[in-house]
């Protein structure tokens, strides 16, 4: 076809008008560009209105993931907050409300909701709250509530921050649970064993100088009038002495009982394990000369415990391998540690007579002798001793053995804490 008088083409793809002058071809690419803008418009709506759906989707999965939320926090005992990024506190639940009678508006400001906490943990918590704002780390801690009615009562408050993928909070969720039975009960116990303790120290203490009498006059009986007694008399007189000297170990093992129970938790220092065992070996140097005994160690960490309770433990540990030794074997004691997580696992190993299953536990309680034949010195109070030391110092002891003459290995943890361990 000839062209118009401008001269131009109708273009079907590009949708350029036609100026051949054919008026069913211009009709046609009309025809397929209207189409296509149908399609395009088609395709456009039908996109929207699926993002509508899923918008309204994920609406109303928030509203029934909210409103469960929202039930749970009102069925459960403890009290619920719910907080922005920076702390602002958007809900409460109705127990906190009950227990406190402040509202979200009242509890939402800061003056009101220092008064609902004790005076003494004010500082705290605003310091450890304001940390976890500016890290994100777990708020926690305990601390004395104000009801109502103005009696305080103890909560462990916990909060922690939910984050997006990029790691950013997006709230902070806190639980605040009733422990106050619970400290209370704590406290109870603290003070009974207080009381038991001072007890102790104090009957123990008072007890020594009436039978060191007995002892010494007991031996000056022996010496001046000894020769004048029948055997029967001598029998008795010996029961006497010994009962004497054996009452007076017992009375100095309750004694350092009762001052090992008084330090439990205060750790001034850091304990150099290998110093404190080298001590505890000095003690025994006329034990371990006597009976030959073969001592040996590995490198052992410094770690945060008591370096006087150290040297106790690790002095009762050998001088009971040594005690309960083989009669044909020459007594040796190997003690080494190994890192466990965030704890010391110590090990000391013998190869003495061992113990039996059903006694492994038996062993360390209080005047807990598992030999009464009068073979074994002591008063079953050592390893007594030794469990209160590791369990006051946040660790645990335990004993292993093959059985009777196969040895036993005597195992205890204790915190690795912050101190610097020593290479294995």
């Known amino acids: 076809m000839q062209s118009s008088a401008s001269g131009n083409q109708y273009d079907a793809e590009s949708g350029a008008g036609d100026k051949t002058g054919d008026p069913r071809r211009t009709l046609r690419a009309m025809l397929v560009r209207q189409h296509e803008l ?18 309204k989707r994920t609406e109303d999965a928030l509203r029934e993931s909210e409103a469960r939320f929202r039930e749970l926090a009102e069925v459960g005992p403890q009290f619920i907050w719910v907080s922005q990024p920076d702390g602002t506190l958007e809900y409460v639940n109705q127990r906190w409300i009950g227990y406190s009678g402040l509202d979200l508006s009242a509890t939402s400001d800061f003056r009101q909701l220092a008064r609902a906490v004790h005076p003494e ?86 007890l020594q100088e009436p039978i060191r009498n007995v002892a010494v006059y007991g031996e000056l009986l022996s010496k001046r009038y000894g020769q004048e007694l029948d055997a029967t008399g001598k029998e008795f007189l010996a029961f006497m002495t010994s009962g004497a000297k054996r009452m007076e170990m017992l009375v100095k093992d309750l004694l350092a009982y009762a001052q090992s129970a008084s330090m439990d938790g205060a750790v001034a220092e850091t304990a150099d394990a290998t110093v404190a065992l080298e001590k505890a070996l000095s ?39 040594i005690k309960y030794r083989k009669d044909d ?96």
């Open 38 to 55: 149908i399609e395009e418009a088609e395709l456009a709506r039908r996109n929207l209105l699926a993002e509508i759906a899923e918008r």
């Open 283 to 321: 003690n025994l140097v006329a034990v371990i000369r006597e009976n030959d005994a073969e001592i040996s160690y590995g490198t052992l960490p410094s770690l945060p415990v008591c370096a006087v309770q150290m040297q106790q433990l690790f002095q009762n540990l050998i001088g009971n391998a």
């Open 121 to 206: 943990d004010q500082l705290e918590m605003t310091a450890c709250w304001g940390k976890s704002l500016a890290t994100g780390e777990l708020f926690e801690m305990e601390a004395r509530l104000r009801r109502a009615d103005g009696v305080y009562r103890w909560f462990m408050i916990r909060s922690v921050a939910a984050t997006d993928e990029p790691g950013c909070v997006t709230k902070w969720f806190a639980v605040s649970t009733d422990i106050h039975e619970q400290k209370q009960s704590q406290e109870k116990l603290r003070r009974a064993n207080r009381d038991l303790e001072q007890f102790a120290y104090s009957a123990s203490h008072d």
């Open 329 to 424: 074997e020459r007594p040796r004691v190997h003690i080494m540690a190994e890192r466990s997580g965030v704890q010391w696992l110590f090990s000391v190993r013998d190869n003495g007579i061992g113990i039996a299953s059903e006694y492994r536990e038996r062993v360390f309680g209080i005047f807990k002798r598992l030999h009464s034949d009068g073979k074994y010195s002591g008063t079953g109070m050592g390893l007594a001793i030794c469990q209160r030391i590791v369990e006051g110092s946040g660790g645990r002891i335990w004993v292993e053995s093959a059985g009777a003459g196969m040895g036993s290995i005597f195992h205890f943890t204790l915190p690795a804490g912050t101190a610097m361990a020593a290479e294995d």
